[in-house]
């Protein structure tokens, strides 16, 4: 079984940076792709960025293109979301998972992930 456990989120004003990481434990998952999606209040959970087992391949919403990094540390068995500029529309939970999927157009599905952590708040206001 793989355990993923989210940290880093909080409040920030616009234009601020938060940066998430996801720690897993219980398996190895390095050779496992590694997502973020969030889901807001009243919303279905949305993909936000997704990175593949080797982190030579990202993919990024549309909505935080330009603005998020996703990152990886297989020695570490993490991976990281760099959120600069922020918007008041960026608040939600978000959530790490991973999936044993390869194949870029398969990352941007929640149901395409195995595993996923809690999730951790994060709120930016205007």
């Known amino acids: 079984q793989v355990q993923l456990v989210e940290s880093g989120g909080g409040l920030v004003q616009a234009g601020g940076s938060l940066r998430l990481s996801c720690a897993a434990s219980?398996?190895?998952?390095?050779?496992?792709?590694r997502g973020w999606f969030r889901q807001a209040p009243g919303k279905e959970r949305e993909f936000v960025a997704a990175i593949g087992w080797s982190g030579g391949s990202t993919y990024y919403a549309d909505s935080v293109k330009g603005r998020f990094t996703i990152s990886r540390d297989n020695a570490k068995n993490t991976v990281t979301l760099q959120m600069n500029s922020l918007k008041p529309e960026d608040t939600a939970v978000y959530y790490c998972?991973?999936?044993?999927?390869?194949?870029?157009?398969?990352?941007?599905?929640?149901?395409?992930?195995?595993?996923w952590g809690q999730g951790t708040q994060v709120t930016v206001s205007s």
């Open positions: 219980g398996r190895t998952v390095s050779s496992y792709a």
């Open positions: 998972a991973a999936t044993r999927y390869s194949g870029g157009s398969r990352y941007y599905y929640a149901s395409s992930y195995n595993y």
